[in-house]
C-alpha cells in the first residue's frame, strides 16, 4: 500500500512528536529534521491542529506538540485528517458498484484484504509507530 506524499508526511510529523512528547517543535525544526517543504509543511501542521491532533505551544520555546498521547492516536485518524479515510471496500477494478448478485471477479478476495488494511489501521496506534522494537 502507497500513501499520498501528504500522508506520509503528516505520519512523519505525528512520529516526529510522539517521540518528544513533552518537547514543543518549531515548524522550522521539523523542517530541517523531515526535510519536508516549509510551505507544504505549514499547511499539514495548519490541517493537524484544526483536528485537533496537535496543538501550538505559544512563548519563546513554543512550538507543537501532540493534542493526544500517542496511544489515543490511530493511524487511521492521521490518514483521515489530512485526505479522509474510507473504511469501506473499493472495487480493485474502479468500478463505481460492484454489485452482489454479479461482483467482480476479485470482489471477496480484495475486500478481504481491505477490512485486513482498515483493521490494522485503525487499531495500530502513533504509540506503536515509535515504540523501539525489541532487541
Not at 483536528?51 to 512563548?59: C, Q, T
Not at 493526544?68 to 480493485?92: H, K, M, T
Request: charged share 25%; glycine share 4%.
Amino acid at each position: 500500500m502507497k500513501f499520498s506524499r501528504t500522508t506520509e508526511y503528516a505520519l512523519r510529523v505525528m512520529a516526529a512528536l510522539a517521540r518528544t512528547p513533552r518537547h514543543p517543535h518549531s515548524s522550522f525544526a521539523l523542517h530541517r529534521e523531515l526535510r519536508i517543504p516549509q510551505k507544504y509543511l505549514q499547511r499539514l501542521l495548519t490541517t493537524l491542529t484544526k483536528r485537533a491532533l496537535i496543538r501550538s505551544v505559544r512563548g519563546r520555546n513554543g512550538g507543537f506538540v501532540l493534542a493526544l498521547p500517542a496511544r489515543r492516536i490511530a493511524l487511521a485518524d492521521i490518514i483521515e485528517a489530512v485526505e479522509g479515510f474510507d473504511r469501506q471496500p473499493q472495487c480493485l477494478f474502479g468500478f463505481a458498484e460492484c454489485r452482489l448478485d454479479q461482483p467482480c471477479a476479485m470482489h471477496e478476495r480484495w475486500a478481504r484484504h481491505q477490512r485486513a488494511v482498515v483493521r490494522t489501521l485503525t487499531t495500530a496506534t502513533l504509540a506503536d509507530v515509535v515504540s523501539s522494537p525489541p532487541r
